[in-house]
């Protein structure tokens, strides 16, 4: 049972580049999110999952593209990267009937330059 | 809209002392609930504790307890008997029970003094 994995653990984009953050989750959780941590603040959400196929927007969506075509994976794509992303990304995943138990990934360190 | 708000941006406390770190937040939602986090720093999120606003008691897990108060809006994180790895960033995070969402607060960065 390997939680909640991201990869990669660190990724250096150049401005204008796209990409991929993954993320899978093997308990068979039905949410998943994704939030970013700026230095020296809390996290906010980018976007969520309740579900395979129902994706919903969260604080600061702007920027970033998801999609859930499984329950196990919920990738996050940077069409058009910015140094504004520079940030580390957190994927989390809970259960529906237990949303407050939370697990959270590793995290993924992206810089933009 | 909800909110989060953690005043203490760092904190000292003495090894084996308790230490109460602050929470006050900002919700018309009649239910919600409320999280604390724990970020060493290794990086990764960490729950320690929930309550939900229809809670009577407070929640305890081991040596953390929440010492919730609805009427002020608060919801503080009481660590007893301080060790040494419990230095790390702590969040405070609120969601309701309608929805998924997670708002953090800025965390409160806990130094313990051996």
């Known amino acids: 049972n390997a939680g909640v994995t991201q990869t990669p653990k660190f990724q250096v984009l150049k401005t204008g580049q796209s990409m991929t953050l993954q993320c899978a989750q093997d308990m068979n959780h039905e949410y998943m999110s994704w939030y970013r941590q700026d230095p020296g603040m809390g996290l906010r959400l980018i976007h969520y999952s309740v579900g395979a196929g129902i994706t919903d927007q969260g604080e600061v969506p702007n920027g970033y593209n998801v999609s859930r075509s499984t329950t196990e994976d919920f990738p996050l794509r940077l069409l058009s990267a910015a140094p504004s992303q520079t940030s580390v990304y957190f994927c989390a995943s809970s259960p529906a009937s237990r949303f407050y138990e939370q697990y959270f990934g590793p995290g993924t360190r992206l810089t933009v330059t | 809209a909800q909110k989060i708000t953690q005043t203490q941006p760092g904190m000292f406390v003495q090894e084996k002392e308790a230490v109460t770190l602050d929470c006050t937040y900002d919700t018309s939602d009649p239910s919600y609930g409320l999280f604390w986090y724990k970020q060493p720093s290794s990086g990764e999120m960490i729950f320690l504790i929930y309550?939900?606003?229809?809670?009577?008691q407070n929640a305890t897990e081991g040596r953390y307890s929440l010492n919730f108060q609805k009427a002020r809006k608060s919801a503080n994180l009481v660590i007893s008997a301080s060790q040494l790895g419990d230095s790390a960033m702590y969040f405070c995070?609120?969601?309701?029970?309608?929805?998924?969402?997670?708002?953090f607060g800025s965390g409160t960065r806990l130094l313990v003094r051996p």
């Open positions: 995070a609120i969601t309701m029970d309608s929805s998924y969402k997670l708002i």
């Open positions: 309550q939900g606003s229809y809670d009577q």
